[in-house]
């Protein structure tokens, strides 16, 4: 079954801590993004990447980071430098035609 | 600044009624792709459409259509005889060259509530 796998769906954290949410994709697509989604707000670029070993900042990298190691791969690390993390965080990829193709999301609580 | 603008924030209609989903996009480039999102419950994002700065066509699918008039520089879609399964958050979006390799630019989507 081919697509984009983002896990965990849901992640509930400690102030504080480290969290890496992951988004692997097995259709060998170059381009890959992070998305961050508030209640009532649109979707926010964090970061994206065109190809491995390769990424760019998006509009909110600010306590953010990413690792582009294998084509299938983009984990993204949410850090506790982040001060507002609680959010809906979605992956997406990018078979060169322009249209994103989303995974399911992951819900990140941070209590 | 916001670069689409979705100033709808929820409409709710009743099933059969048809409704239009406003969007107004802002960019300086020729080159721009305008997108719909459909965002169900679940919260995973769905494709609707992708149109080219070069291609004025309005387009048909099924109920759904869209009307992108470069002029007033909107992207518009409408469904018709809506359905309670419509019910979702859309989201309009662009895409330029100019902007973070092609990444799509959203606006703050429409919440769409259509009752039986």
Same mark, same amino acid.
């Given at each position: 079954?081919?697509?984009?796998? $983002?896990?965990?769906? *849901? !992640? /509930? #954290?400690?102030?504080?801590?480290?969290?890496?949410?992951?988004?692997?994709?097995?259709?060998?697509?170059?381009?890959?993004?992070?998305?961050?989604?508030?209640?009532?707000?649109?979707? #926010? !670029?964090?970061?994206?990447?065109?190809?491995?070993?390769?990424?760019? @900042?998006?509009?909110?990298?600010?306590?953010? %980071?990413?690792? #582009?190691?294998? +084509?299938?791969?983009? =984990?993204?690390?949410?850090?506790?430098? $982040?001060?507002?993390?609680?959010?809906? *965080?979605?992956?997406?990829?990018?078979?060169?035609?322009?249209?994103?193709? /989303?995974?399911?999301?992951?819900?990140?609580?941070? !209590? | 600044?916001? +670069?689409?603008?979705?100033?709808?924030?929820?409409?709710?209609?009743?099933? @059969?009624?048809?409704?239009?989903?406003?969007?107004?996009?802002?960019?300086?480039?020729?080159? *721009?792709?305008?997108?719909?999102?459909? $965002?169900? =419950? &679940?919260?995973?994002?769905?494709?609707?459409?992708? #149109?080219?700065?070069?291609?004025?066509?309005?387009?048909?699918?099924?109920?759904? &259509?869209?009307?992108? $008039? +470069?002029?007033?520089?909107?992207?518009?879609?409408?469904?018709?005889?809506?359905?309670?399964?419509?019910?979702?958050?859309? /989201?309009?979006?662009?895409?330029?060259? %100019?902007?973070?390799?092609?990444? !799509?630019?959203?606006? +703050?989507?429409? %919440?769409?509530?259509?009752?039986?």
């Amino acid at each position: 079954d081919g697509g984009i796998t $983002q896990s965990p769906k *849901y !992640l /509930f #954290r400690k102030e504080g801590q480290n969290v890496t949410l992951s988004c692997e994709q097995n259709l060998n697509h170059d381009a890959m993004y992070w998305y961050r989604q508030d209640p009532g707000q649109g979707l #926010r !670029l964090i970061y994206y990447s065109q190809i491995v070993n390769d990424f760019q @900042k998006g509009d909110i990298a600010e306590g953010y %980071s990413v690792s #582009r190691e294998k +084509k299938e791969s983009f =984990p993204l690390t949410v850090t506790s430098a $982040q001060k507002n993390p609680t959010a809906f *965080y979605l992956c997406a990829m990018d078979p060169g035609t322009g249209e994103l193709f /989303f995974g399911e999301g992951s819900r990140l609580t941070v !209590l | 600044a916001q +670069k689409v603008t979705q100033a709808q924030t929820e409409i709710s209609v009743v099933e @059969k009624e048809d409704v239009t989903l406003d969007c107004v996009y802002e960019t300086r480039d020729t080159t *721009y792709y305008l997108f719909w999102y459909k $965002q169900p =419950p &679940s919260g995973e994002l769905v494709f609707l459409i992708r #149109r080219n700065s070069f291609d004025e066509q309005n387009e048909i699918s099924g109920r759904y &259509s869209w009307n992108f $008039q +470069k002029s007033t520089s909107s992207f518009n879609f409408t469904i018709t005889a809506s359905q309670v399964v419509d019910s979702a958050v859309y /989201f309009c979006a662009l895409s330029e060259g %100019s902007n973070s390799g092609y990444a !799509l630019n959203f606006g +703050k989507g429409t %919440s769409l509530l259509v009752t039986p």
